[in-house]
Structure formats: C-alpha cells, structure tokens
C-alpha cells in the first residue's frame, strides 16, 4: 500500500512540477542584425526601442517594439543617397520575426524580404 501512494505522489508532483514551469522563452531581438561590412545591411534593436543601421546604401533610425513575438517597426527614416548596385531592400521594413537566430523582415503587404543574421 505504501508503494501504491509513494507512486501517486511523486506522480503528482511531476505533474505539477510540469505545469509550473513557464512557456519557452522568446528570443531577445535587442542586438546587432546583420554585418558591418560596405554595401550590407544592418539594423541594431536597442534597448528602450530604438534603432539604427543601414540598408547597405542609406542609413536608417527609427523605433521597434515587440508583440506577440513579432517586432514591429515604427516609420524608418534614411538618407536618400543613390549608390549602384546596392539593393535597399531593408527600407522596406515594417516588421520582423526570429526564426532560427536571424530577423526575417517582412514588408508592408507581411511579405518576407530578406533576412539579417544575428552579429556575435
């Protein structure tokens, strides 16, 4: 009989134990995204929701926050320099989201177009 409720309780408490412990946590999107190399871009997510970079051409200040998972990006504003060759995709930001340690970035119409690389 003791063995019986020996089990039954430390049944009990694993289950319990289970439910305590808390969602996985989100990644953190505060840091630097992308390379710091000419004609790449790169955005850094401060704390307090600010950021900066450039989209390999321009370059780019604004604010970020972060909901249900998503960063949302407030208006960019950039310089408006033309430099050949250099896509300036990242202009086009409006939001992001961490899938497998990069920032997907997505526009507007939550369409991806292009990704950054979390900077060691």
Same mark, same amino acid.
């Given at each position: 009989?003791?063995?019986?409720?020996? *089990? !039954?309780?430390? $049944?009990?408490? =694993?289950?319990?134990?289970?439910?305590? !412990?808390?969602?996985? @946590?989100?990644?953190?999107?505060? $840091? /630097?995204?992308?390379?710091?190399?000419?004609?790449?871009?790169? =955005?850094?997510? &401060?704390?307090?929701?600010?950021?900066?970079?450039? %989209? $390999?051409?321009?370059?780019?200040? $604004? /604010?970020? &926050? @972060?909901? %249900?998972?998503?960063?949302?990006? +407030?208006?960019? *504003? +950039?310089?408006?320099?033309?430099? &050949? +060759?250099?896509?300036?995709?990242?202009? %086009? *930001?409006?939001? *992001?989201?961490?899938?497998?340690?990069?920032?997907?970035?997505?526009?507007?119409? %939550? !369409?991806?177009?292009? /990704?950054?690389?979390?900077? &060691?």
């Amino acid at each position: 009989m003791k063995k019986i409720g020996l *089990a !039954a309780a430390l $049944g009990a408490a =694993l289950l319990l134990s289970a439910c305590a !412990a808390g969602p996985a @946590e989100e990644p953190n999107p505060v $840091g /630097t995204w992308g390379v710091t190399e000419q004609g790449k871009p790169q =955005l850094v997510l &401060e704390e307090g929701g600010t950021l900066h970079g450039t %989209d $390999g051409c321009n370059r780019l200040v $604004g /604010t970020w &926050e @972060e909901s %249900d998972g998503k960063v949302v990006f +407030g208006p960019l *504003a +950039g310089t408006r320099m033309f430099c &050949e +060759g250099v896509d300036t995709w990242l202009s %086009d *930001a409006t939001s *992001a989201k961490i899938v497998s340690g990069s920032l997907e970035i997505f526009n507007a119409k %939550d !369409a991806p177009i292009g /990704t950054l690389k979390h900077s &060691e």
